[in-house]
């Protein structure tokens, strides 16, 4: 079965899908994105993420094409089309195409993409060993909450992390760690509470985050909103990541040093598994 995206209105095979030259995603990385899991056949989290979309376009004044209910649709069809039940949905709205010029150009239609990747989420290997992680300095622009499509400090951090054979990299200003490449970054205190950076424009709302939180919460773990240095990181019990296509991953070093004994840790585990529940039923997952 050939790989079937969206572009622009049409479902068509990926070799038939090209994007003009001039288009300002290309030129200018004018454009945001969103990414979504799937998990069992259904979206998970899809309203948050439909929210986020909307504020990311509202934020750098392109025009949403699509109604929330259009956008499920296109999710849902994409997904269908694919014969994926588990994995990753990607879509981009940039400002369109236009020649060369930094002004918004006058009455072009924004250009819409969407893809699935097939993965296994629930059953991920490095779930069950933990990953590695190094700091980086942060070198991003100072609106980190808008999901732009201009990612280079981005793929430049998540090198250097492949590079030292990591997995992620943290990103670090003035001496505290504002989030991964792409991911949002908690450690685990000694007295078992999450602590987690509060959020502000210096780090993407991250979705996961957000219904994990609510989930810990109703588990009845601790939790500090707050900043965190690499110290104390270094010196945490438990250390994890969340994103919509890894769901909760523990962190079992950070610069080569091991977090706890070097093992996922049992709180970890305990709200990965507590997320997987959420994420595998669609009433709850729609709530
Ligand atoms: N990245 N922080 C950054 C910088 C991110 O790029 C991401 C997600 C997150 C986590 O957000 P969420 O839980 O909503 O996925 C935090 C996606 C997965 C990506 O770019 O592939």
């Known amino acids: 079965m050939s790989r079937i995206v ?47 979309l909307e504020r990311s376009l509202r934020e750098v004044r392109i025009p949403n094409p699509y109604t929330r209910a259009e956008w499920t649709r296109l999710e849902e069809e994409i997904a269908r089309r694919n014969g994926m039940t588990e994995g990753f949905i990607y879509f981009q709205v940039t400002r369109g195409v236009a020649e060369r010029d930094f002004m918004f150009p006058e009455n072009t239609a924004p250009t819409v993409a969407m893809f699935t990747q097939a993965k296994a989420i629930v059953n991920a290997p490095a779930a069950e060993k933990g990953i590695a992680v190094i700091t980086v300095p942060d070198q991003r622009w100072s609106r980190r909450d808008i999901k732009s499509i201009n990612l280079l400090a981005q793929v430049l951090a998540k090198q250097a992390a492949k590079e030292a054979g990591a997995q992620e990299a943290w990103m670090v200003q003035d001496g505290f760690v504002t989030e991964g490449g792409s991911s949002s970054g908690f450690i685990v ?21 957000k219904s994990l939180l609510a989930l810990s919460q109703d588990a009845g773990i601790e939790l500090e909103e707050r900043l965190f240095t690499v110290e104390e990181a270094y010196d945490a019990a438990e250390a994890f990541m969340t994103s919509a296509s890894t769901f909760v991953l523990p962190i079992v070093s950070i610069d080569g040093r091991s ?9 970890t585990k305990k709200l990965r598994e507590i997320y997987i529940r959420m994420a595998s039923s669609p009433r709850m997952a729609a709530e």
């Open 6 to 52: 969206f572009l622009n209105g049409s479902f068509l095979p990926i070799e038939e899908a090209k994007v003009p030259f001039m288009d300002r995603g290309f030129l200018f990385g004018d454009g945001v994105y969103e990414g979504i899991a799937i998990l069992d056949g259904h979206l998970v989290d899809n309203d948050a993420h439909l929210e986020r």
């Open 189 to 209: 205190t000694k007295e078992g509470r999450i602590v987690v950076r509060p959020l502000s424009n210096a780090i993407l709302p991250g979705i996961t985050r």
């Open 259 to 267: 977090i706890g004994d070097g093992k996922p840790g049992p709180i």
